[in-house]
């Protein structure tokens, strides 16, 4: 319906805020690293957003980031995971852990997650494996072209897997896989890095 709203942040509680566009209120459903990362209220603020809509139901629910909304898109296309699962889990694991988790098959990070079992946790990894297989094979390369050349490194590998996980094409992670330090520095930190190059 939309991809984000922008507006005045009028007001907040613990499970939606409330954003005022041009005198009209948007109650919109957040994880809590998103209210603590959207801004002060009384401000203008952007909040990438998803609409869910049902025959009883139209919820609006807001990120503070993309990468955010699309680990949100992720979790709730996994079989057995709700929206409000989704928020919750987005309420306890940053982008960057979760998808080093999946792509490193760590299902001991995964399952601490409120709602998520070893059993989900095993379904989140391999279902959303299955979903990187597809983006791999739809999605063209640089490296193919020999503007850049990729070194053969398991870290790399794991790591533009892992942002694929969070929506980056791979042309665009290739860009900047020069100006990462990828032989010193651990899976988690790179994405972290990688993220603050990509947005």
Do not use: W
Not at 69 to 94: D, P, Q, Y
Not at 145 to 150: D, L, N, Q, R, V
Not at 183 to 190: A, D, Q, R, V, W
């Amino acid at each position: 319906m939309f991809a984000y709203l922008k507006g005045v942040f009028d007001s907040r509680t613990m499970d939606y805020i409330v954003v005022d566009v041009n005198g009209v209120g948007y109650k919109i459903f957040m994880s809590e690293n998103s209210m603590k990362e959207i801004g002060e209220i009384g401000k203008e603020i952007k909040v990438h957003t998803y609409v869910k809509v049902r025959e009883d139901d139209i919820s609006i629910y807001g990120f503070a980031s993309s990468e955010e909304l699309r680990m949100f898109e992720l979790l709730i296309s996994v079989s057995g995971i709700g929206a409000k699962s989704a928020i919750t889990i987005l309420s306890n694991i940053e982008p960057s852990t979760f998808a080093a988790a999946v792509v490193s098959d760590d299902v001991s990070v995964l399952k601490k997650l409120p709602g998520v079992g070893a059993k989900s946790a095993q379904r989140i990894i391999l279902e959303l494996k299955d979903k990187l297989k597809n983006i791999n094979m739809d999605d063209g390369s640089i490296s193919s072209t020999g503007k850049i050349e990729i070194p053969n490194n398991e870290n790399i590998d794991d790591l533009i897997s892992a942002l694929q996980v969070l929506g980056y094409s791979r042309r665009d992670i290739e860009e900047i896989l020069p100006k990462l330090d990828c032989k010193n520095s651990g899976l988690e930190e790179l994405i972290k890095k990688a993220l603050s190059l990509l947005s």
